[in-house]
Structure formats: C-alpha cells, structure tokens
C-alpha cells in the first residue's frame, strides 16, 4: 500500500505532458484524459485515507534514501482526508469548466492551457498534502503557483492580469520567506525532515524555536488568507473565471489552513502562540464578515466570508486541544466543498443573468428554481443552519472553546456565534437581491453577450447605463446575440453569454458539490469519529515518527 502514497502526484504530472502533446488536436481525448486521471486520483486518495485510518500513517522514501536526504511522503487519518475531499471537488470543477466550453475553445493558444495548468494545480495540492518535509512542502507551493498564474490569468484581460500580478506578488514574498525559514531550521538543526524536527526543534533555545514558528506561520497565514494577510484576496479571486474561482477560494486557502494543523501539531507542540492565533481568528472573522456585509458583488461578498470563515479554522488551531483540532478538521471538509459550491453557483448566476452584482439581478427563484435550490443549501449551510455540516463544525469548535474556560476562548466562542448571525444575514441579502425580488428593469436579455470595452474593435464609449460593473471586467456592454449560443469569452474574458438553459454538466457538477456538503451531514457520526482519531493521532506524534523513522 505504501506504493500507492506518490501516485495522488506522479499521475496529473503525467497527464500533463500527454495533455501538452495532444494539444488542441484531439480536445475530447484531452479532455478524457483530465476526467480520467482525476478519477483515479480521487479513488487513489479513498483507498490511502482507509489504509491510513486502519494501519496507521503510511510513508515512502522515494529512491530508498533514507531522511534527511530522500523525499519523503507520508500519507497519514488527515492528508488522507484532505486529498480525497480535495480530489471530489477538483474533479467536480473540471466537469464544470467542460460543461462551461471555457477549456474546449482556447484556439487563440498554441496548446490549451487550461488542462495542463489545471492538472499541474492538482498535482501541487497532492504534493502539499503528502509531503514529508519542509523542502517538497515548499515544492508543492510553488507548483501551485505556477499552475494558479495561468488559471488566474487565463484570457490576459487587465482585470486578470492585474489581479494576477498581485497574486504573484504576495505568493513570492511569502515563498522568499518561507525559503528563509526553511535556511534558518536547517542551520539550525541539520534536516528538514517533519519526523526528525519533531525531535530535535525541541533542543533549540526558545528564542530560536519561537521565531522558526513565527515565520512558518507567516508564510501559512499569507496562504490562507489570515487577516492581516488576506488583504490580496478579495481582489484577486472574483476577475478569474467561475470554475478557477471557486477551485481556489474553495481549496487552496485550506492548503495553508492544513499546513499550520501539520506544524503546530508535529513541530511546535505546547501552544505557545496559541493567543496570538486566537486573536488573529477573531479578527479574520470580525473584518471578513463586516467586509461580507458592505458588498454587492455577490463574488466579492464571498471572497470575504471566505476570509471570516478561515478564522473558524485557525480558531481551533489556536485551541490546540483533541476536541478542537477535530473541530477545525470538520471545518475544513466542510469548507472546501460548501465555499466551493457557492463560487460555482456564482458562476451559473453569472451565466443566467448577466453579472453577479446583486442590484441587477432578480427574480431567480422563479426563472430558475433548480439554480435558487443549489444556492439555498450551501448557503444555508455556510450560515451553520441545524443540523447541516456547518453547524456541526462550528458547534464542535465552540463546546472545545467553553470546555477550554480561558478569557479569550469565551471571547472566540462569542465571536464564532456573531459571525454565523451575520453570514445568516448575508445569505439571507443574497437570496432576496438575487432570488427573491422581481426581476429589476433593465437586466441582461437572455442571449445577450456581455463583452469588454477593452477587447472590442468598437471604440464607442457612449456605453452609458449598459457598462456592468462588479463583474470581473470592467466596462462591459451588451450586444445581442442568438440566445444559448456559447462564445470562447468565457475563458478569453471577453465576454459572457447569458442562456435560459445552462449546461448541463454545470447543473450536474454543482449538484455534485451539494451532495458532497450534504453527505457530510448525513454522515456526521463517522467523519466525526474520523476526525477525532485523525487529531488524536497529530497530538500524538509517535505514529507519524515511527512510520517515517521506522522507530
């Protein structure tokens, strides 16, 4: 079984370069190729999260070199977890992007880019989740970010490009530093190994222990979307399109959620930082959810509660106790695959209407009921509504918050209820904007497609009330085409059709989401259990250890 740990990596790589050779040739092979390989990643990552949660953590020295020299991979109860929930909704967003034409109509390339970026993006995550040292951690984040600059940027719009360049700016001054922390644990220690550090971090002097920490901690925060740290987010995220979007919101800020579980856990126990991380929760949830509150761009908003919902995780993670890391573990399933779901539904909104700026939307319910049952659920479900996975999470969390008694645990239990209220609210603004009310005067004809200003050969600016703002590309106008026709906008961010019916790999791939947060709800007695064991066992190390230094 121990075999099977490097897979989750070596296939996307893979099918990238058969994905590359192919190129636009045979798109249907191309694209036969992603559905496969994720397929079998997710059935691959099912079979190592049981081999880990019967026989304990799994690991292999790639090339037999032994620590610190080899690559080690280590599939333990939680990167099995994260990779099969991973897996599910990378392969949900691919069905997705297929359904929306946005990776079938790229002949303005010389290859398609998007399946390889996007199997490449795959590829990190697995190589994040898996990896046994800080070096092939550090790796896994910069092979996200390679694949995360062409997704974000797909289309070279100024929009996108701009966000993008952000991104990239952010990622690399926190890969920098993460560079530095890894030199500093080295100097110090003589291996970046996670199972040797486990035992030799705790011979340094405290000063030195504190600021490794410290800096690991930064580099995390900065890729989860901590505040402070998170300022980057809201800006770069809505520009890119629906499927890039919510793979990211919905994923990759859980990489450096799972990143700060793996080192507070196995390199710095004690709970030293531990009010530092309480207070930077409370914070994340006050400013995002307030930030949530002041938008009407239904991208934006999400982008925030996003940011106020990471600080849920970091609060268990602060906590630092067995009944709050497991809280902090259902958290994150959950998230992953709700915050995921809403992005997509953003983009169905986006398709059947026009924009996603609430003030031109309208009357959804009752054109699109199966559109209004897709958002209601996974919102519902954010907001912590009984008993659906969201509550349970959150519930888990406070009962660790009022059994751990101290001051800022109380406050972080009071914080924690606050924001599920105002998520509630902002749901509940959504569903009456965008569902509810009768449609407003003026929105998008169906079949209308909205295209850029910047990317049109008219130079007419007389746009006047037809300019969409919020929706990703600035100064959009409508001009009319045959409803349901489907244009290479989508991805190119020229434009955005808007179709009465929406694709039904779309539907299907949305609804696949749904099923997913909702299985966790109807399942909650195993993955609780789960998740009990899974953070019993990063408490106690020695099973990590053991298994990679075979002692």
Avoid at 240 to 262: D, H, I, N, S, W
Wanted: contains cysteine; neutral net charge.
């Amino acid at each position: 079984m121990n075999a099977l740990v490097p897979l989750p990596v070596l296939l996307p790589l893979c099918a990238t370069g058969l994905s590359l050779a192919f190129g636009t040739r045979l798109k249907r092979f191309q694209r036969f190729i992603s559905v496969a390989v994720l397929t079998a990643v997710l059935g691959l990552s099912i079979a190592l999260m049981i081999a880990a949660d019967r026989n304990g953590p799994l690991s292999v020295h790639l090339g037999d070199f032994a620590p610190p020299l080899g690559i080690t991979l280590v599939a333990d109860r939680l990167s099995g977890l994260m990779l099969t929930v991973s897996s599910a909704v990378t392969l949900c967003v691919l069905v997705y992007s297929l359904g929306q034409g946005m990776a079938d109509r790229d002949e303005e390339t010389p290859v398609a880019v998007f399946h390889p970026a996007y199997l490449i993006l795959v590829a990190g995550v697995s190589c994040t989740f898996l990896a046994g040292d800080l070096v092939n951690l550090y790796v896994g984040f910069e092979i996200m970010l390679v694949a995360s600059f062409v997704l974000l940027t797909l289309g070279g719009t100024g929009p996108r490009i701009r966000a993008g360049s952000t991104y990239v700016i952010i990622s690399l001054f926190s890969s920098m530093l993460f560079l530095t922390a890894i030199a500093m644990t080295y100097a110090a220690t003589g291996t970046a190994n996670f199972a040797q550090l486990a035992g030799r971090l705790a011979g340094l002097p405290l000063g030195v222990q504190t600021l490794i920490q410290a800096t690991l901690l930064t580099v995390f925060a900065i890729k989860a979307a901590v505040f402070p740290l998170a300022a980057w987010l809201p800006d770069s995220y809505p520009t890119a399109p629906a499927p890039v979007t919510a793979v990211f919101a919905g994923l990759l800020t859980k990489v450096g959620v799972y990143c700060m579980l793996r080192t507070e856990t196995l390199l710095f126990p004690g709970n030293r930082l531990g009010d530092l991380l309480l207070a930077v929760a409370l914070a994340s949830m006050t400013v995002g959810i307030l930030g949530a509150v002041a938008q009407t761009d239904l991208k934006r908003l999400l982008s925030f509660t996003l940011i106020s919902h990471i600080g849920y995780m970091v609060f268990g993670i602060g906590l630092a106790t067995r009944q709050a890391y497991s809280g902090a573990i259902v958290y994150v399933v959950h998230h992953i695959t709700v915050q995921t779901t809403l992005f997509l539904v953003a983009g169905l909104i986006e398709r059947r209407g026009g924009t996603t700026e609430l003030t031109r939307l309208g009357g959804i319910a009752r054109a699109a009921p199966l559109l209004a049952v897709l958002f209601f659920v996974p919102a519902m479900n954010l907001a912590g509504i009984p008993p659906l996975s969201g509550f349970i999470g959150k519930l888990g969390l406070m009962r660790a918050g009022v059994a751990d008694g101290s001051v800022w645990a109380w406050v972080l239990v009071t914080g924690s209820a606050v924001t599920s209220l105002l998520t509630l609210y902002v749901m509940a603004k959504v569903w009456n904007l965008a569902f509810w009310r009768a449609a407003p005067p003026g929105q998008a004809a169906h079949g209308t497609v909205l295209e850029s200003d910047e990317d049109s050969d008219d130079d007419d600016s007389d746009a006047g009330p037809d300019r969409m703002h919020g929706t990703g590309d600035e100064g959009v106008r409508p001009r009319h085409e045959p409803a349901g026709r489907a244009v290479a906008a989508t991805l190119h961010g020229h434009a955005v059709t808007t179709t009465t019916t929406l694709p039904y790999p779309m539907i299907w791939a949305t609804a696949a989401t749904v099923t997913l947060g909702l299985s966790f709800t109807v399942f909650a007695g195993p993955l609780t259990s789960y998740t009990d064991r899974a953070a019993a066992e990063l408490l106690a190390r020695a099973p990590y250890t053991e298994a990679v230094l075979g002692r």
